[in-house]
Every structure is written in C-alpha cells, then in structure tokens.
C-alpha cells in the first residue's frame, strides 16, 4: 500500500515523514500518519499541548488556541 504525499505549505516536519509518529500536524492540523489509531482525547491532554504551544491536537487534529 502506497501513501501519496501531496505538496503542503506546511513547514512542519511531519509532512515529509514517512513514518510520522503523530497522526495531525501541530501546526496545521493536517493528517500526517493516518495508520495510527485514534486515541480519544481528553481536556487535560489538550491542556498539556496548548502549553507546549501547539495549535492543533495531534491525535484528534481539533484546532486548540483560536487566532494565532
């Protein structure tokens, strides 16, 4: 099975990984890995990603800080 990788303006990392090791990118909440399993999040775990300044999940993609 192959993945077909489209050009992203992203500049996260992410999107060049053929084995990411998040599912959304941080930054712009793009699927990176979509073989990985949801986990179902929860508010204290999109606590914890806020304050490392993510702006998306990376594990449901939900965007979490508004207007950056």
């Given at each position: ?47 914890v ?20």
């Amino acid at each position: 099975m192959s993945i077909v990788r489209h050009p992203n303006p992203c500049d996260n990392m992410n999107h060049r990984r053929h084995d990411a090791p998040v599912g959304h990118c941080p930054k712009c909440g793009g699927i990176v890995n979509a073989r990985l399993a949801v986990e179902p999040c929860t508010e204290s775990k999109h606590a914890v990603a806020r304050r490392q300044q993510s702006v998306f999940c990376v594990d449901c993609g939900e965007q979490l800080v508004m207007g950056r």
